[in-house]
C-alpha cells in the first residue's frame, strides 16, 4: 500500500495526483487521451456539483433570429477554407438561438458584476446544430482544462463558512497561474463590465479547424463584431444600476427586441495555416493568448440578427444546452486543451442537469430529422426513428430494417491536420509567454478604461492577504512597469518589496522575460506601433447616475 503524505493531492479513489496543471496529451501541444482518468473523476464531478440551476452561467436569457452568410471569407470564396453548408451561398440564412450570461453568479444574481459574458450561439443548420459557445472577452483564464474546477471554486464563497472573500480567493487562485494575466487586464478594465448584452463583442475563444471538400484544414478563431457599437460601464455605474435592479441587461435586450430595435453582430474570421507555427512568441492554441491581427486580419463571413424574445422563458433558456463538441461538416476540432476538456464537460453537464434526453427539447433539437439507436432514459417521449425503419431493430449493422451508416461525401478523407508524432506526457505547452499579450493590451487601452483598471485592481487586491498583494504586484511588474507600479503604489506594496520574489517555481520564461525580471521595475514601455488586438476598438463610457432613493417615511404613508 502506497503511503501519501498528508496534504497532498489525491483522487477520489486516493491516487496520488503528480501533476494538477496538464491533462496527458501527445506531446504538449495535444492531442488529449480520452484516458484521462483524473481529469475525467474531477470534471465529472464538478459538472454535478450544483441542481437544478447550471454551476457556472447561471444568469442568462436567450433570444433567436437568424445568421446570414455572405458567401466569401474577405474577397474569396468561402469554399477554399470550409465545406460547411452554412457559409457557402450568399444571404443563406439559418436560424440561431443566443444566449448571452454571466458566469460565476446563481441564476437571480446581477447581470452588472464584474464577470466574463457567455455569448453562445446555436445554429440550426441543414446539416444539424452547430454550437459556437464562447465569451465577451475574447480570451481565458486558463490553457488547460483540468484547471477549470480549481478556477471557478476559486470564484465562490469560502466552503466552509460561505464567506463571499471572493478577491482573496480569486485572486490567490490567479498569484500561482501567471497565464491569467492577460484575462485580468481585460476583464478589471470597464470591458469587463458591458453597458448591455447589445453592445459587446462576442469571441469563440477556442481555436477552431475549418476543413475544405478536398479534406485541407486551417485553423480559425471567431470573433462577433456589434454593429451597435461597443460601451461598457464603470463599477460606480454598475453599482449605481445594481442598487435599482439585478437584470438590467435581460430588460433591455427584451425591450430593444419587442421595440423592433433587432441588434446585429457580424462574423468575422482569422484564418492560420494549420501547425504550431514556431515563428510565433506564443502557441496558437493557447486560449490565453489572441492571433496578431496584422498577421491574421479577420474577415468578414456573415451577419447575426437577434429579432425574436422566447415565448417561455424556462423552456428557451433555463433549458437551452450548448455543447463546444457540437460541430457540422466542415467544420472539425483542433487539439486547444481548452476546447478539448470543455467538450466533454459541457454536454457531460447538460446530460446532468436537464437529462439525458435534452436533445428532444424543441430548444435543442436540430431542425433536421434525427434517427439515432439511443433509447430510452429520463423523460423520453420520442423515438429517433427513419422514415421505413423497423422498429424491432435499434443497433447497426443490420440487414433487416435498421438505421445505416450515412454514405461519405465525395472526395472525403479521414485523415486531416498535420501528422503527430510525440510521445504520451502531462506537459505545459512550451510556448507560453503569459505577459507581453497582457502588457500590449494595458498599453493599448483608452486612458479612461486604464484608470478604472488600476483603480478596480486597488479595491479587489485591498481586500487580500499581504502575501498574495506581493505576487501580484510582481506579475503586474513583469506585465508593464506603470502597472505594477501604481497598483502597487494603491496597495502599499513597493517594488522593494517583490522585487527579490522571482519567478513561481511552475514557470517557463522566455530570455525576454528573464531580462524583465533581472531589471523588474525599470522595464520601459512595450512597444505596440502597429499592433492591433481586437478588443482595442473604440469604448463608449455608459455613465450612470444614481437614482434618487424614496422617502421611507412617504412609503410608509
Known amino acids: 500500500m502506497t503511503n501519501v503524505p498528508e496534504q497532498t493531492l489525491t483522487t477520489r479513489q486516493g491516487h496520488p495526483v503528480h501533476d494538477n496543471q496538464n491533462t496527458r496529451t501527445v506531446g504538449s501541444r495535444g492531442p488529449a487521451t480520452l484516458e484521462n482518468y483524473a481529469f475525467l473523476e474531477k470534471m465529472s464531478h464538478f459538472d454535478r456539483e ?42 443563406k440564412r439559418t436560424d440561431v438561438a443566443l444566449r448571452f450570461s454571466t458566469v460565476a453568479g446563481g441564476r437571480d444574481s446581477s447581470e452588472v458584476a464584474r464577470d466574463p459574458r457567455g455569448f453562445a450561439v446555436k445554429f440550426y443548420t441543414e ?37 463571499a472573500s471572493v478577491a482573496n480567493r480569486a485572486f490567490d487562485f490567479w498569484s500561482q497561474s501567471p497565464e491569467a494575466m492577460h484575462m485580468i487586464t481585460i476583464l478589471f478594465s470597464p470591458r469587463g463590465i458591458p453597458a448591455d448584452y447589445r453592445h459587446q463583442q462576442g469571441f469563440g475563444v477556442n481555436t477552431y479547424k475549418w476543413v475544405n471538400a478536398a479534406g485541407e484544414s486551417v485553423l480559425v478563431k471567431y470573433h462577433w463584431i456589434p454593429k451597435q457599437g461597443v460601451k461598457s460601464l464603470t463599477s460606480a455605474d ?7 435592479t439585478l437584470g438590467s441587461h435581460t430588460k433591455d435586450l427584451y425591450d430593444a427586441i419587442e421595440a423592433g430595435d ?26 490565453t493568448k489572441v492571433w496578431p491581427e496584422e498577421l491574421f486580419p479577420p474577415k468578414p463571413v456573415g451577419r447575426m440578427v437577434l429579432n425574436r424574445n422566447p415565448e417561455n422563458f424556462f423552456a428557451e433558456n433555463e433549458q437551452i444546452a450548448f455543447g463546444t463538441g457540437v460541430l457540422v461538416d466542415g467544420l472539425d476540432f483542433s487539439d486547444d486543451k481548452m476546447l478539448v476538456g470543455r467538450t466533454f464537460s459541457y454536454s457531460d453537464t447538460q446530460r446532468y442537469r436537464v437529462g439525458p434526453n435534452y436533445l428532444q427539447l424543441p430548444v435543442n433539437a436540430p431542425k433536421t430529422p434525427v434517427a439515432t439507436n439511443q433509447r430510452d432514459g429520463q423523460m423520453a417521449y420520442a423515438v429517433d426513428h427513419a422514415p421505413g425503419q423497423n422498429p424491432h431493430v ?40 503569459d505577459y507581453k499579450q497582457a502588457g500590449e493590451r494595458f498599453q493599448l487601452q483608452e486612458d479612461w478604461e486604464k484608470e478604472e483598471l488600476i483603480a478596480n485592481l486597488v479595491d479587489a487586491l485591498s481586500q487580500c492577504d ?52 533581472a531589471n523588474l521595475g525599470n522595464n520601459g514601455p512595450r512597444s505596440v506601433e502597429g499592433l492591433t488586438m481586437t478588443h482595442c476598438v473604440p469604448n463608449e463610457h455608459v455613465s450612470v447616475e444614481r437614482e434618487p432613493q424614496a422617502n421611507p417615511a412617504m412609503m410608509a404613508n
Open 394 to 433: 435499434n443497433y447497426e449493422p443490420s440487414i433487416i430494417g435498421g438505421v445505416q451508416e450515412t454514405p461519405k461525401p465525395e472526395g472525403y478523407r479521414p485523415e486531416v491536420g498535420p501528422q503527430i508524432n510525440a510521445r504520451l506526457t502531462r506537459a505545459q505547452i512550451e510556448r507560453t509567454n
Open 238 to 244: 454598475a453599482a449605481n444600476i445594481q442598487a435599482q
Open 50 to 91: 450544483r441542481i437544478p440551476e447550471r454551476v457556472v452561467h447561471a444568469r442568462g436569457t436567450t433570444a433567436f433570429g437568424y445568421f446570414e452568410a455572405y458567401g466569401q471569407y474577405g474577397d474569396e470564396p468561402i469554399a477554399k477554407y470550409t465545406r460547411a453548408k452554412l457559409f457557402q451561398e450568399a444571404g
Open 262 to 287: 433587432y441588434p446585429e453582430w457580424e462574423l468575422q474570421v482569422q484564418v492560420m495555416e494549420d501547425h504550431d507555427h514556431p515563428e510565433l512568441d506564443f502557441d496558437p492554441l493557447d486560449d
Open 466 to 517: 499581504r502575501p498574495i498583494q506581493e505576487r501580484m504586484v510582481w506579475h503586474f511588474y513583469m506585465v508593464e512597469n506603470e502597472m505594477g507600479r501604481r497598483v502597487g503604489d494603491g496597495v502599499g506594496v513597493s517594488l522593494e518589496d517583490v522585487k527579490d520574489l522571482g519567478p513561481l517555481p511552475t514557470q517557463r520564461l522566455t530570455e525576454e522575460e528573464q531580462q524583465r525580471v
Open 127 to 163: 446539416d444539424g446544430n452547430w454550437d459556437l459557445v464562447g465569451n465577451n472577452l475574447g480570451v481565458f483564464f486558463i490553457r488547460d482544462a483540468i484547471k477549470f474546477p480549481d478556477f471557478i471554486h476559486s470564484q465562490k464563497p469560502d466552503p466552509v463558512n460561505f464567506e
